[in-house]
């Protein structure tokens, strides 16, 4: 059974300085893998989708890389602002299957 | 503007009834999901249905059924059955099994 994990939980970085969000997955067995924006009490928004096949995916401040072999996936935001303040999950695909293992999530503050 | 619409935004279950949770998409895709999300935990997969009348049973079925009548609509019932029913639920629909999938904002039930 896929297990995917996300260490911290929660951090807090003052506005300007880069943020490394983590993810761990224990089957390297996946399809894809995606990263997902949830604001207090709504839905999830996708940032970005990153194939098996691929070593990382950029839109914007955001970038995402996936190393398969090791079971991680970093999302690495530049420059943070106030408005990225959110939690933030991962999710992968595997093989076989369409049903998505979501980690928890990291909540971030960013502080003005 | 296309996108998933989640209705009611707040919903509380007397003890012993049953509550229905609505699910509406007009992006046309042909999947649709449900998922339970506790805090402190990934989201789980409650049903999930890849065409009009029919569906499968996701990783924590038990106290929940839905149908899947039209293309548009996934509604999930949450019956007396299910006994700790307190969650934020959010539905989901893809176009494909392997594409991304959108989310709606989320029905969150409490128990009176």
């Known amino acids: 059974k896929q297990e995917v994990t996300q260490i911290p939980a929660a951090l807090s970085v003052p506005e300007g300085e880069n943020l490394v969000l983590n993810c761990s997955f224990t089957?390297?067995?996946?399809?894809?893998l995606q990263w997902f924006r949830q604001d207090p009490g709504k839905g999830l928004t996708s940032l970005l989708l990153?194939?098996?096949?691929?070593r990382e995916q950029t839109s914007g401040r955001l970038n995402a890389s996936l190393d398969k072999s090791s079971g991680r996936s970093t999302l690495y935001i530049a420059a943070s602002q106030p408005g990225d303040s959110a939690t933030y999950l991962c999710a992968v695909r595997p093989n076989n299957d369409y049903k998505l293992s979501f980690g928890a999530g990291t909540t971030v503050t960013v502080r003005a | 503007d296309g996108g998933i619409t989640q209705s009611p935004k707040y919903l509380f279950r007397k003890e012993g009834q049953n509550v229905t949770l609505s699910c509406e998409q007009n992006l046309n895709h042909d999947a649709m999901y449900w998922y339970r999300q506790d805090p402190g935990q990934g989201l789980r997969l409650i049903y999930y249905?890849?065409?009009?009348?029919?569906?499968q049973k996701g990783d924590i079925a038990e106290g929940y059924s839905v149908s899947r009548e039209k293309k548009e609509s996934f509604p999930l019932t949450v019956t007396s059955a299910q006994k700790n029913p307190t969650a934020f639920y959010l539905c989901a629909s893809n176009l494909g099994e392997y594409q991304p999938q959108h989310f709606g904002d989320g029905t969150r039930l409490s128990i009176l």
């Open positions: 990153i194939q098996s096949s691929q």
């Open positions: 249905s890849q065409i009009v009348n029919d569906f």
């Open positions: 089957d390297s067995a996946i399809y894809n």
